[in-house]
């Protein structure tokens, strides 16, 4: 009984993590919009490994802008916005600015094998979250979740399902947060 309360429990997770959050991913398509968080509270820190096994803290990048992403190897909008994501890190890699890319619930062989696809190499930050830790404090609906942090460390937009990172708006949303200082 203890067996499935635990693994039932996780099952249902998964269930809620691989369902579609929205009409455009459901198409595998790029159209979630970003939207303001609702009285911008703090984004909650967390420590978690890179693919690298280095270890990062949310907290550290306090100044800068940071996009947090969650996603899955098997979720298809998520592997359609990897590479706008990558654009996106390449176009503002000189600002104050910074890209993590949250993988939830795979093992870092599986991340790894996923990863060799990408010609050339994706720059910005790939951490694992195996056991879904943050995903749970995060409140993680459904991925592909996107949270803008602010350069105070507070939540400031987000989105869910796949968005196009490289769309003018989502540039400009990112910029205005660069340009509020910090």
Known sequence: MLWLRHNGARCLLWLMLALPVGGEASEGQLGAR??????????LDFALEDRFGEVRRLSQLRGQVVVVNFWATWCGPCLLELPTMQALWERLSDDPFELLAINVGEERSTIDRFLTGFDPPLGFRILIDPKMRVVHEWQIRGVPTTYVVDRQGRLAEFAEG?????????????????????
């Open 162 to 182: 796949g968005m196009d990172f490289t769309n003018d708006f989502v540039v400009g949303r990112i910029r205005r947060l660069m340009d509020e200082g910090g």
């Open 34 to 43: 970003l939207r303001p968080v609702a009285g911008n509270p703090d984004a």
